[in-house]
């Protein structure tokens, strides 16, 4: 099941009590899906696939990506922990598996190391597994 799949986009600007995932406006093509939805018997320890690639407009978040998924999630009531995250390269069919680790913690803010890494055989598969599911869908 499709969560989201569009553009993800900010206009650099503070709405709220929430700073903006960047202080220049970007957008971010965006597909989260719901692994669970396609096999209801079986628990993920990662049940959501987020994969994210710049659209070409606007500030890049390569840099920094928590602002980014901590966003994602606040939006989508997701686990940040809960998610594995993808970044499309721009090479086709390209991934970088984006780990986030809890380090530290400030009162309600939890602090993550990042990690990139390419993905894990059983990741690869996954990811592109799902994509061609997602393309096949809008056929």
Known sequence: MYIFNGTYSWDGKRHGDRDPIAWFAGSYNL???NLQAHQPGVKFLKPYLCVFSETGHGHSISANPEKFAKHVCTDFSLDLERVLWAEKLTTKDRYEVVVFTRSN???DNHFY???RRPPTAAERNLICNEIE???KSLQ
Request: glycine share 8%; hydrophobic share 60%.
């Open 31 to 33: 597909l989260i899906i």
């Open 105 to 107: 913690r400030l009162g």
């Open 113 to 115: 190391r990042i990690d």
């Open 133 to 135: 599911a997602h393309i």
